[in-house]
Structures are given as structure tokens and as C-alpha cells.
């Protein structure tokens, strides 16, 4: 496969061979240069630069690229017989069907032969200063001990074992650890509630559960333990709680319990690997959708390793022996693929960070880098502004001389916050790269690199699609809009192997929601711009789910707390621009007419029932008790309406002639008026 650089023939002699030979030199130089750039590069005929890459990937041809990509970067157990079996307008979507592989393996033993005393990950313990350093054959060692105890307890093949777990490496391999017996993980947030742990436990059908006894974030400590234990309340199907000791302090075990790490020292450290096949689900990852109702999003096997993998190599311009350093925490996707799989996948050094970026001061990220020698710093852009706050002296007192890319994820970067990324914590010499993605599509999939070497890169833009990835922009009618310097819906025309592929125990609802909005293209719930240059700039969801920090949360969940609450009439939530959070959550509700209760007792109760049924972050951050919501006649809230109103663009309030009482509008203009003065001079 690969090609051999740098020869010519020795049959050009004459002075027109000999002008031949020098373009095709220069062809050749380019293929050369192509290949070393991506090896598979050199198998694909007529491809000699990086745009030519580009357009096979998405071309007729697209099934060659994946094909020769797949061949070169996992190890598989049986080889595959189709690459893509794939209908977007029913929503089927099969990759290299006939295959086996096992993850576990394609991430750890096949590097553990090739470098076994290769750190593969670097924890970051919330103590700073007090990292921990796991080898490949640690982690395959730890792997096939929690693989051995998940099997002695029952865990089969197929079944589903939830996680929830600080970002460590004891989690990092209670996930591979189902990938090498063939069980899913399903990874739930350590912030999320009892409540919001119990419905995912129940939806996911887990029978175990895994965690520690206390988590410790930002030198406060957590009781995870605790909270499974009340969350398992409601879930009968649990069989067994796997207790690992994050901290010293003694948790009360149940017969149900089980002592992790002692357990785990009896096991054996070899554990056969499952064969699974390529379209065997993975893991599970539940997410917010429009409706109250959480959704969990399957991945499977081979597409999404590989994705994972290509994603990590090529947008970060990772390479051996770099260390690269996500920040984000395993209970998400980018946890998922950036901490975990692609960098495991490429045989690479990854950090999990467990602490905060301001803990113990603001300096916390850039004295890691300093430490840790981080070459990829991946973060997001809520904690950029954060930390642009604080000032410039918390970054400047590090050496930071290690980074070579930075990037971005999880919401838009404004302009202020990529600039000071790009000029203060990269000294105008790393490129930064804002990643867009989401957990539906695996892996990033819109993202200024990998580009021609020299390539712009223009703030706050995800600009170019990755391989395989065809964007298109859709106008309200569903036309694809053709033209460039316009905005519209965004999909993605044909199939990627890193995407979803369905929505656990409902089909239906993953081909409504992504398949049929545009038929025959996977619709992402996000606007888009693009620009006269043809770069995309994402402009935020298009349906009613905010992202809050960088997380996504539906508008409805919330509403469906705060409506559950005995005071409360309805309500209506929306997001409003926050100048940390990108995103915060505002609430309006009306009281039931019976409520006699204050209007700061109930705010301080309705902030602890989101808090309590969902997770911290969800809780609103305005309150506006109001008489009666905006409604069309036929009973719809008119969102846009409140949305203009927080956002103070009352000249665009629109057309109000649907409004079943256009008086209502004055009434929260007001309220919201009042509430401000209210909050100012607190
Ligand atoms: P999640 O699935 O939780 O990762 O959230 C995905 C959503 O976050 C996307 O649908 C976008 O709305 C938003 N998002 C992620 N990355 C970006 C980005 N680079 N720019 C703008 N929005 C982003």
C-alpha cells in the first residue's frame, strides 16, 4: 500500500522527457507528499493533494477511501465484506457488515505490542499536581481484571452496564472493558441527579451498575455512592453496584454491592476478547432531544472506532508521542471519542482531567500544560471566556511552549474569546480549531483542519467538512440551498461511518427526528452560515434545545420539572445569551391560582427541583412569574416572542396578529423590565 517516494526512471534522457519527468515529478512529489500525509492516500488513483482527498471521500468512490482507511487502521478479527449497506431515508445505516473486531483490542493489546511502557493515559487528579500515569499494559492489565469480575457477575454479551464514574482511568476501563466482552456501556454524567440516573438506568435496561464511593471536583467532594443508591431505588432490574474507592472514606455496602478493586485483585489480568461484529452496539449515550424525554443514542463498533480514530489524527494533527488533552468529561461524547477512543485507538497519550479550570486558581489548565508537556489542548469555549476574565497573567506564567493545536467544542467560540485563545494561550502560533459536532455524529465533523498546510483559518468558523462529510444547507421549503454567503438548516447529505445509528428501543423516533425532517439527508438540529468562501459557520439549534456550558439540554425537560412543581400553572423555558455559560435558562411560569406562596420561595424551590431531577447545570437562571404566556389561538406558547423579549429586541417582536391576546406581550415586557431592577439591585 504504501509508495515508494523520491524515484524516477532512467528512461527520460531527452530534453521533452526530461520536462515530463519534471511534472511528473512534481505530481509525484505531491502524491508522495499526500501519502505521507495519509498512507491510504497512496492507493487511490488520481488523488495527489489533500482537496482531492477530500472529494474521493465524498465522491461515487466514497466506499474505496472508507474501505482502504478501515483496512489500515483497525485490526480486525474477520475482515469485512461490505463497507456501507446504508438508506438515510429509512434511516439504515449498516459499515463493514461481515466484519469482527473488538474495540478493546484495536485500543489496547495491538499497542501493547508494539510499546507496552507507552503512557496511555495521564490522569489528572482534581489534587493538583498529584498525576497518575497508566501504561498500555496497566490499562489492558486493568481492563481484562474489571472484563473477568463484569463476567463472573453475569455480564453478557448484549447486555447493557451503566457507568457512572469521574473521569479516571479506573471509568476509561470499565468502558473498554465492556467493549472486550461485548457488553454496551452506557456512561451517565456524574452531575446528573438520582432521578436523572435512575431514568437512564431504566431506559438502558442495565442490571449494573458501576461507580466509586465519593467523586472529588474542584476540592469539593460528591457522594456519588449515595446517589446510586438512591437512584437504584426505582430501578428493580439492578443486580449488582460495583463500588470503586475514589477517596478513603467508607461508604455503606448492600449485599448488592461489590467491592471493586478487591475484587478486582483476585481476577485474572488475561480476558479473551469478545468477536463482535462490526454493527454490534457499543455503547449508548443519552442525550437531550425537544420532548421531556431524554434519548439514548446508539454507536457501534467498527465505523465508530474508526471515525473516532481518523477525527483525532487528522483535526489535531495528533502524532506519536504527542500528549493530547481533552478536558471534557467522559459522561459526554467528547469524553467519549477524544479522551478515550480515538486517542486509544491511534496507540496515543490522553489525559483525563477530573478538576475544574479554576481550581485551585485560573492558572489550573496552562500549569498542566506546563506539567504535562500537552501538545493538544481540546476544551471549550465556556471555559475560555471564563478564564479570558481573570486576565492574561494566569496564562503568561506558564510554558505553554509544548502546544501545537487548539481546539474547541460544544458551542459557538464568539470572536473574543478564539482571539484570546489563539493570541494569549497559543502566542499566534498554534492553529485553533473549532470542532463541530455532536453527539448524534460520532466524531467532529466540520473543522478547519486537516487543511493544506497553510490554510486560513478564520475565528469562530468550523469552516471545512472532514472526510466523508458532505454538508448541505436546507431553505425553509426544504430545498438545498446551492448558493454560498447564506444561511440554512443544516444536514449532511450521505452517511458517515461514525454516526448513530438509532435511538435505543426507538427507532422510529431517531428516523423522525433526524431522517425524515429532510428525506434522504441526516438533519442535524443546527443553522448554519456559509460563507461566500464556502466555510460553515454554525449558527446555533434550530429546535427547542439550549447548551448550556456546553451542554445540551431540552427546553422541555426543564419545563417538565418545574411543571411538576405544586405551585405552577405551566411554564415556558427558553435560553438566553450568557456571556460565560454561552447559554443560560430562563423561566416563565405561571402560578396556579390557588398558589399563595411567595414568589422567592417558590424560584428558590422550583431551581432546587431542576437541580434535584436533572442536574445543576439545568437550573434556571431567571425566574419571571408572569399572569399568562403568549399563545396563538390554537393554544401554541410563542417562544419567539419570549425570546425577543429577554433578548431586548423588542423591534422584532414580529408578526403578534396570531397572539390570542396581543396585550399579554406588554405584560411580560414589563415583568421582565421589573425583574432585571430586581436582580440589579440585589
Ligand atoms: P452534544 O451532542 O451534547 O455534543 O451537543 C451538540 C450540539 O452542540 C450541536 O448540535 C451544536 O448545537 C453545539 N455545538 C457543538 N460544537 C459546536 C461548535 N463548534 N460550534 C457551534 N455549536 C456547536
Redesign the pocket.
Known amino acids: 500500500m504504501w509508495l515508494r517516494c523520491g524515484r524516477t526512471s532512467n528512461y527520460f534522457t531527452s530534453f521533452s522527457c526530461r520536462v515530463f519527468r519534471s511534472r511528473l515529478d512534481v505530481l509525484g512529489r505531491r502524491g508522495c507528499k499526500t501519502a505521507a500525509f495519509m498512507p491510504e492516500a497512496a492507493g487511490f488513483e488520481g488523488v495527489s493533494s489533500r482537496s482531492e482527498l477530500q472529494e474521493l471521500s465524498v465522491s461515487r468512490s466514497s466506499s474505496s477511501f472508507w474501505a482502504a482507511v478501515a483496512r489500515h487502521r483497525l485490526s480486525w478479527i474477520s475482515p469485512f465484506t461490505t463497507v456501507q449497506d446504508c438508506d438515510l431515508s429509512r434511516g439504515r445505516i449498516k459499515w463493514f457488515e461481515g466484519g469482527q473486531l473488538n474495540v478493546s483490542v484495536n485500543c489496547l493489546d495491538r499497542h501493547v505490542h508494539t510499546c507496552p511502557d507507552r503512557v496511555a493515559l495521564i490522569w489528572e487528579r482534581d489534587e493538583p499536581g498529584s498525576e497518575v500515569r497508566v501504561t498500555y499494559r496497566q490499562l489492558l492489565e486493568m481492563t481484562c481484571r474489571v472484563g473477568n469480575l463484569l463476567r463472573r457477575h453475569g455480564v453478557k454479551r448484549g447486555d447493557c452496564v451503566t457507568i457512572y464514574m469521574p473521569t479516571c482511568p479506573l471509568a476509561v476501563a470499565s468502558m473498554l472493558a465492556c467493549a472486550r466482552i461485548g457488553a454496551a456501556h452506557n456512561v451517565v454524567f456524574a452531575g446528573f441527579s438520582a432521578e436523572a440516573l435512575s431514568e437512564r438506568i431504566r431506559d438502558a435496561q442495565s442490571s449494573v451498575v458501576i461507580t466509586v464511593n465519593q467523586g472529588v471536583r474542584g476540592g469539593k467532594v460528591t457522594e456519588l455512592k449515595r446517589t446510586v443508591d438512591e437512584a437504584v431505588q426505582s430501578c428493580p432490574a439492578i443486580r449488582r453496584v460495583f463500588v470503586a474507592m475514589r477517596t478513603e472514606a467508607a461508604v455503606v455496602m448492600t449485599a448488592r454491592d461489590v467491592a471493586m478493586e478487591e475484587e478486582m485483585s483476585t481476577e485474572d489480568a488475561v480476558c479473551e476478547p469478545a468477536a463482535m461484529d462490526s454493527e454490534d452496539i457499543l455503547f449508548l449515550l443519552y442525550?437531550?432531544g425537544s420532548t421531556g424525554k431524554p434519548k439514548g443514542l446508539v454507536h457501534t463498533q467498527a465505523g465508530y472506532l474508526l471515525y473516532a480514530a481518523l477525527t483525532h489524527r487528522y483535526v489535531f494533527d495528533y502524532h506519536d508521542g504527542d500528549v493530547f488533552g481533552c478536558v471534557a468529561d467522559i459522561g459526554?461524547?467528547?469524553g467519549h471519542s477524544y479522551s478515550v477512543y480515538g486517542p486509544l485507538a491511534n496507540g496515543g497519550t490522553t489525559v483525563l482531567f477530573e478538576s475544574t479550570p479554576i481550581y485551585p486558581d485560573p492558572g489550573r489548565y496552562w500549569e498542566m500544560v506546563q506539567r504535562l508537556k500537552i501538545n493538544q489542548f481540546y476544551g471549550a469555549?465556556t471555559a475560555i471566556r471564563l478564564l479570558l476574565k481573570y486576565g492574561d497573567q494566569w496564562v503568561k506564567k506558564y510554558d505553554r511552549s509544548s502546544l501545537k493545536t487548539l481546539g474547541?467544542?460544544?458551542?459557538?467560540?464568539n470572536t473574543e474569546a478564539w482571539e484570546w485563545y489563539y493570541s494569549v494561550v497559543g502566542d499566534r502560533r498554534c492553529p485553533v480549531v473549532?470542532?463541530?459536532?455532536?453527539?448524534?455524529?460520532g466524531g467532529i465533523c466540520?473543522?478547519p483542519r486537516p487543511s493544506d498546510p497553510d490554510a486560513e483559518i478564520v475565528p469562530g468558523m468550523?469552516m471545512r467538512p472532514f472526510f466523508g462529510i458532505k454538508p448541505v444547507l436546507m431553505d425553509t421549503e426544504g430545498k438545498v440551498v446551492t448558493s454560498n454567503n447564506t444561511s440554512g438548516a443544516l444536514c449532511i447529505a450521505q452517511p458517515w461511518p461514525g454516526m448513530a445509528r438509532s435511538i435505543h428501543n426507538n427507532h422510529q423516533r431517531f428516523t423522525e427526528t433526524y431522517c425524515q425532517p429532510y428525506p434522504g439527508y441526516f438533519y442535524?438540529?443546527?443553522g448554519a452560515y456559509r460563507s461566500k468562501e464556502g466555510y460553515y459557520?454554525?449558527?446555533?439549534?434550530l429546535d427547542d434545545?439550549i447548551?448550556v456550558s456546553?451542554?445540551?439540554i431540552g427546553t422541555a425537560e426543564i419545563e417538565d420539572v418545574v411543571n411538576q412543581c405544586s405551585a405552577v400553572a405551566e411554564s415556558a423555558v427558553i435560553g438566553i445569551s450568557h456571556d460565560i455559560k454561552g447559554q443560560g435558562v430562563y423561566a416563565f411560569v405561571v402560578l396556579k391560582k390557588s398558589a399563595d406562596a411567595q414568589e422567592s420561595d417558590v424560584s428558590r424551590q422550583l431551581k432546587e427541583a431542576v437541580s434535584k431531577k436533572i442536574a445543576k447545570y439545568a437550573c434556571p437562571d431567571h425566574i419571571q412569574i408572569v399572569k399568562r404566556l403568549p399563545k396563538t389561538r390554537s393554544g401554541k406558547i410563542m417562544r419567539r416572542v419570549l425570546r425577543k423579549v429577554v433578548e431586548r429586541e423588542l423591534d422584532g417582536l414580529g408578526d403578534l396578529s396570531t397572539l390570542d391576546d396581543p396585550a399579554v406581550v406588554q405584560e411580560i415586557i414589563d415583568g421582565h423590565a421589573e425583574l432585571l431592577r430586581k436582580q440589579q439591585s440585589q
Do not use: F, K, L
Open positions: 442525550t437531550s459526554w461524547i467528547t469555549p474547541s467544542v460544544g458551542e459557538p467560540i473549532d470542532t463541530w459536532w455532536q453527539t448524534e455524529t466540520i473543522a468550523a442535524t438540529g443546527d459557520q454554525i449558527t446555533g439549534r434545545v447548551n456546553g451542554h445540551r
